[in-house]
């Protein structure tokens, strides 16, 4: 899968080394099985790129630098390098000063957002991070959609993996919906609101409407508005309605926190501390649909080792679109 990315990459405009981190993190994503955003969201990347809204070569830009914030142009390069290279400056930050943050204007779609919490997290880091996007959702109580669905994520080293939490803030990401659509699938719970204004578990009606449900009703669409101001305001970038108004989703902004564990007073006990939350967490009495009580990211690394094993599951009109790309 990866040599296939690289060879595309290649062809797209990408330098060598450009192409391989970003095949790498295509096919990474598709192994952990996020496949909504790594091997079905490839052949869009690539048309992006032949359509001018990515630039292959592009690197970021310090735009300012106040100690532990800085600011960052993307100067629309490649979403997922752009966001890897926000994380590793963060971190930097953060080793010198205990916490950084990187705030990038100007980017694009980093894909999972998941990516960059466990590339801290294996690095002994505390990572935040999240993203604006366009307008894709409604704001609660609107019919129309004004708000974006703003991927959140946050990741903190355990053992030799690390829990991660990675959602956006609709029911489910519009990603997602396309692999159930694909699938033929109906989704496990209501997502989103059809034609008629009816809540449904139809994904192919919600991506038709895009009135996807806001995570905790109220609740989700308060922190969708939160987090693209923060966005926009740390990164001196666009806002939602200003990227909305664009032809395409491109020139987005982002944040990325890194926090180091070594510089904290309790490092030494941190993982008996984490220990102690997920052993009761796994003492849970499980409902009547329930196997098993997993904390985030678990499963990730559960299909990541099936995967290794077995294959990554890969539809198969779609793959063949992929090598004629």
């Known amino acids: 899968m990866k040599s296939e990315f ?22 990474l994503n598709s192994l952990e099985g996020v496949y909504s955003h790594g091997v079905n969201r490839f052949p869009r ?11 292959p070569e592009a690197v970021p830009s310090l735009v300012k630098n106040t100690g532990s914030v800085e600011q960052w142009d993307g100067n629309l390069g490649p979403g997922p390098l752009n966001a890897l290279f926000a994380t590793d400056r963060a971190m930097d930050i953060a080793s010198e000063n205990g916490i950084g943050l990187v705030a990038m204007g ?7 957002g998941g990516t960059y919490g466990w590339h801290a ?9 999240w993203t604006n996007t366009e307008a894709n959702m409604p704001a609660w109580g609107a019919k129309d959609f004004r708000i974006g ?3 959140l994520v946050m990741a903190v080293p355990y053992k030799n993996e690390a829990v991660v939490l990675d959602f956006a803030m609709s029911q489910y990401s519009y990603g997602k919906m396309e692999l159930f659509d694909l699938e033929g699938k109906r989704l496990p719970y209501p997502g989103g609101f059809n ?33 693209d101001i923060l966005a926009a305001v740390l990164s001196g970038g666009l806002s939602t309605v200003e990227i909305s108004a664009k032809k395409a989703e491109y020139a987005l902004s982002q944040v990325f926190i890194a926090i180091s564990l070594e510089k904290l007073s309790n490092f030494q006990t941190i993982q008996e501390t984490i220990d102690r939350i997920i052993m009761d967490l796994k003492d849970s009495v499980p409902d009547e649909n329930s196997n098993e009580i997993r904390y985030p990211g678990e499963n990730t690394v559960k299909i990541r080792e099936e995967n290794k094993r077995n294959g990554i ?10 090598l004629l790309l």
């Open 195 to 227: 034609k008629n204004g009816e809540i449904t578990d139809s994904p192919g009606e919600i991506l038709a409407t895009r009135r996807a449900l806001p995570i905790g009703y109220w609740k989700g669409s308060g922190l969708s508005i939160l987090l």
């Open 313 to 322: 599951p890969v539809n198969k009109d779609l793959w063949e679109k992929i």
């Open 121 to 129: 997290a294996g690095k002994g880091f505390i990572f935040i991070g």
């Open 106 to 112: 100007n980017t694009n779609h980093w894909m999972r």
């Open 149 to 151: 669905n703003n991927p």
């Open 6 to 27: 690289v060879r595309i990459l290649l062809k797209s405009g990408f330098s060598k080394s450009k192409a391989d981190q970003c095949a790498e993190i295509f096919a």
């Open 45 to 55: 990347f690539v048309s992006n790129i032949k359509e001018g809204y990515i630039l």
